[in-house]
């Protein structure tokens, strides 16, 4: 089985930096996606990691480190649209399937 | 651009009725899922397709079928619709390339079973 645990909310001043973290423990492990949802919309892709290390996109950037379990979704710059929730799962060993943790809600404020 | 198009945005149905959900993308992708997203729950696999007439079970599939019988097209099916089956439902694909390819989410359809 899998389990994957994100902070339910966070609140980051507009202009700053928020960082979002993400553990897991899986039976195996193929990759970790990030999402963001805005309220009443559908999640778009935001970033994979199946390496080590830091994925660099924009304003966005997603770090894993496999042996700790571990990921984070750095935003920079924020704005007030960034406003959302953010989607942390995991694909396993093998497998199409992708299991989310709940998501994180970030509020950014003035 | 990837498109995943579910029938209807909001849906009012009520308890007993057999409910359909219908879900089409255009990207010629292998696999299909249906999700339901509740509050404090957070995203559950219903039901996945990784091919024509092929069907898997997720971690919630009771009380929920689905049909695939072509490949842009995967329907999601309340056999006797019940209140606790009130939720929003995500239909999303993806390329079949195993693990590492991003799923793209239909709009959802909100459904609320009175």
């Known amino acids: 089985g899998q389990n994957i645990d994100q902070p339910t909310e966070m609140t980051a001043t507009e202009g700053a930096i928020v960082q979002i973290n993400c553990t897991y423990q899986t039976s195996g492990f193929n990759g970790l996606f990030w999402y963001q949802q805005h309220a009443g919309e559908a999640p778009t892709f935001l970033s994979y990691?199946?390496?080590?290390g830091l994925e660099e996109k924009g304003r966005f950037s997603s770090f894993l480190s496999r042996s700790k379990g571990y990921s984070y979704l750095l935003l920079k710059e924020l704005q007030m649209k960034d406003s959302a929730s953010y989607l942390c799962a995991v694909s396993g060993a093998g497998s199409y399937q992708l299991t989310f943790g709940k998501g994180t809600k970030l509020s950014v404020i003035p | 651009d990837v498109k995943v198009t579910q029938s209807s945005r909001y849906l009012v149905k009520r308890t007993g009725e057999k409910v359909f959900l219908e879900c089409v993308q255009d990207m010629d992708h292998e696999n299909m899922f249906w999700y339901r997203q509740d509050p404090g729950l957070g995203l559950r696999l219903i039901y996945f397709s990784y091919d024509v007439k092929m069907k898997e079970k997720g971690d919630i599939p009771e009380g929920y079928s689905v049909s695939r019988e072509k490949k842009e097209r995967f329907s999601l099916i309340l056999e006797s619709a019940s209140t606790n089956q009130t939720s929003m439902y995500l239909c999303?694909?993806?390329?079949?390339?195993?693990?590492?390819?991003?799923?793209?989410f239909g709009d959802g359809t909100r459904l609320s079973i009175l």
């Open positions: 999303a694909s993806s390329l079949k390339h195993r693990g590492n390819q991003p799923q793209h």
């Open positions: 990691n199946v390496l080590d």
